[in-house]
């Protein structure tokens, strides 16, 4: 069974930085692939970022591109979500998500994860 577990989340203002972490037990973490989401208040489940942890390969949605980094230390079987330049849009509560499944996906399909962590609240004030 997987376990996800996030924290790192914060109140800081808008330009700061913040680092999520998302700690996986279980499974065989070079073969996940773990994606980051966030839920603003009163609004749907959006895609961040997502990293395939056996190449490190990233790919972000476009609100966050330049801005975010997604990382993955595999001893620590950790994936690292790297927030710089923060604005208020991104206040919400972040969540880490881990496909064990093989077989083509969307990355950025909410739909596509298997395990959920209950996530982490990251408040961006001006």
């Known amino acids: 069974q997987v376990h996800v577990e996030e924290s790192g989340g914060g109140l800081v203002q808008a330009g700061a930085a913040l680092r999520l972490s998302c700690t996986v037990s279980?499974?065989?973490?070079?073969?996940?692939?773990i994606g980051w989401f966030r839920q603003a208040p009163e609004k749907e489940r959006e895609f961040v970022a997502h990293?395939?942890?056996?190449?490190?390969?990233?790919y972000y949605a476009d609100s966050v591109k330049g801005r975010f980094t997604i990382s993955r230390n595999n001893t620590k079987r950790t994936v690292y979500l790297q927030m710089d330049n923060l604005e208020i849009e991104d206040t919400a509560l972040y969540y880490c998500a881990v496909r064990a499944r093989t077989g083509t996906y969307t990355m950025s399909n909410q739909q596509a994860f298997d395990y959920w962590g209950q996530g982490t609240q990251v408040t961006v004030s001006s």
């Open positions: 279980g499974g065989l973490f070079g073969n996940l692939r």
């Open positions: 990293i395939l942890v056996s190449s490190g390969y990233a």
